[in-house]
């Protein structure tokens, strides 16, 4: 099958999750490089972006998104929605599906899951800064939250900068979760994964830390934090405004996937010390994108680096037109029926069309 048969066939692929781990959606070293070649793609002003989010309840989670994307012969949305609520009804924190169109025609061609891609590709973030900004030597990764998260950016991690880890420790907000989070990624992954109790003591024995939570509390404080270590932020406000502020100093690194984004959407730590006046615009090293391509440089010694993704709609249309042309090749997943024209939209009646 291909693009043109969907085109002209007027058909819709549909993919499941399973049809998507069967093309490929669990092979992590494969997300890194699609989310490596968005980043580079966007860096270099290749593509195009943009999010649209309802908050319902920012201390909750609790939103609808739109995320749009173009990347090379598609565009593609993202439509998002979440509540940390859903957990006490046995539900997923969010759920996503995608929707993959040809650029030039502007048809829909793919309907797809979209909740583990959008897992993953923020789990590839963890790999490519560890690998442009983490320290040069093998080192204890902290991760702060023990959910969906976490557990991919490990995995991404193990996948491609695995001879960075020295061993790993999580922390999160009950023993229970740790616990389980360490053993299951212990046995996946192979690597030391051990529970923390201690959120300071994990902060201070770790130079990478990852924050991986909903929370709208600093738990992080710049006191526990190791000198020359790595802050991968993938949540809301976890970390003191302080931490950034330290950080926003010439000898140190802010670094995010798209700095104007993050400033826009201002859900996240360093946005709300933009906006309080605590640092500036010029107190932002860079984008990841640019660091990747050779722009700027990644870590110059013993720095202070603090990463932030705000999660670039750009990085899920990269990663699904890969499962989707994958698809097409071995023939999976599901065509929605043909249409037949109809003529209130073509305007030459069809035989049998009275009304």
């Avoid at 490596?36 to 972006?49: D, P, Q, S, V, Y």
């Avoid at 090293?285 to 993704?309: M, S, T, V, W």
């Avoid at 003529?343 to 009646?349: A, D, Y």
Wanted: hydrophobic share 40%; proline share 3%; glycine share 10%.
């Amino acid at each position: 099958m291909e693009v043109r048969d969907l085109l002209f066939d007027n058909r819709i692929l549909y993919l499941s999750r399973n049809d998507l781990v069967t093309v490929g959606l669990l092979d992590y070293a494969a997300i890194v490089e699609d989310v490596r070649r968005g980043l580079c793609m966007h860096a270099r002003r290749e593509t195009i972006c943009n999010k649209l989010a309802l908050d319902f309840d920012v201390d909750k989670d609790w939103k609808v998104c739109a995320l749009v994307g173009v990347v090379g012969p598609y565009a593609g949305v993202k439509w998002l929605g979440a509540n940390e609520d859903n957990r006490a009804l046995g539900l997923p924190r969010s759920s996503s599906i995608i929707a993959l169109n040809d650029r030039k025609t502007g048809k829909v061609l793919c309907v797809m899951d979209g909740t583990l891609i959008s897992a993953l590709r923020t789990g590839a973030y963890g790999a490519l800064v560890t690998e442009v900004l983490g320290p040069a030597e093998p080192t204890c990764v902290g991760f702060l939250g023990a959910g969906v998260i976490s557990r991919c950016v490990l995995l991404c991690m193990a996948a491609v900068v695995r001879d960075r880890i020295h061993r790993v420790l999580v922390h999160s907000r009950t023993r229970k979760s740790r616990e389980k989070f360490a053993r299951l990624m212990g046995e996946v992954t192979g690597l030391d994964v051990e529970p923390a109790d201690s959120l300071g003591e994990m902060v201070r024995q770790s130079g990478i830390t990852v924050s991986a939570t909903t929370a709208m509390t600093p738990l992080i404080k710049l006191a526990d934090v190791r000198p020359a270590s790595t802050h991968i932020h993938l949540g809301g406000w976890e970390d003191e405004k302080a931490y950034v502020v330290e950080c926003a100093r010439a000898s140190n690194k802010i670094v995010c996937d798209d700095t104007e984004m993050v400033l826009h959407r201002n859900t996240q730590t360093v946005a709300y010390a933009y906006h309080d006046g605590l640092i500036g615009r010029d107190d932002f090293y860079g984008d990841l994108g640019d660091i990747l391509l050779g722009a700027k440089p990644g870590r110059e010694g013993d720095e202070l680096i603090y990463f932030n993704a705000v999660g670039l709609p750009v990085l899920d249309v990269a990663v699904a037109s890969r499962l989707f042309e994958r698809a097409l090749k071995e023939n999976m997943g599901v065509l929605l029926g043909s249409q037949t024209p109809h003529w209130i939209l073509t305007g030459e009646p069809t035989s049998g069309q009275r009304k």
